[in-house]
């Protein structure tokens, strides 16, 4: 939430909506708010069984960018699909960067969460 609120209600606000990518008037954060507890849980929950040993924080960032690879096909390739979003290139190219930022955020700290829990043990 941290990077997704400021970039998409603050600095490409403007941008996204001129896409036409925000069909609401006001956005309901609490439903974008739950869809990022969902996806870190899951990843959270998931991640233990992907990790096999080396650099925590690497593991953590390449299996999280690989379960962002699933989550961008709905946010950004399925939205596009569904919804007139114009120039689709511009809506694609910023969400994979966004996608991107997110998702090797969310990696280095599950690694760093994992790393402690692996030195506690």
């Known amino acids: 939430m941290a990077v997704a ?10 941008l996204y909506e001129g896409m036409g ?3 609401r008037a006001k956005p309901i954060i609490p439903l974008g708010m739950l869809a990022m507890i969902t996806q ?3 990843i959270a929950y998931l991640y233990p069984t992907y ?3 080396g650099s925590s924080i690497l593991q953590g960032i390449k299996f999280s960018l690989i ?4 989550v961008y096909s ?10 007139d979003i ?3 290139s511009s ?6 960067i966004f996608q991107f930022i997110q998702f090797v955020l969310t990696g280095a700290a599950l690694g760093a969460i994992y790393a402690d829990k692996k030195h506690n043990k």
């Open 5 to 14: 609120y400021p970039w998409h209600m603050i600095w490409f606000h403007d």
């Open 21 to 23: 990518a925000f069909t």
């Open 40 to 42: 870190g849980a899951v």
């Open 51 to 53: 990790y096999k040993g």
């Open 91 to 96: 809506f694609l190219f910023y969400s994979v």
């Open 67 to 70: 379960i962002g690879a699933v």
């Open 74 to 83: 709905v946010m950004g390739f399925a939205m596009a699909a569904k919804i």
């Open 86 to 88: 114009n120039p689709i």
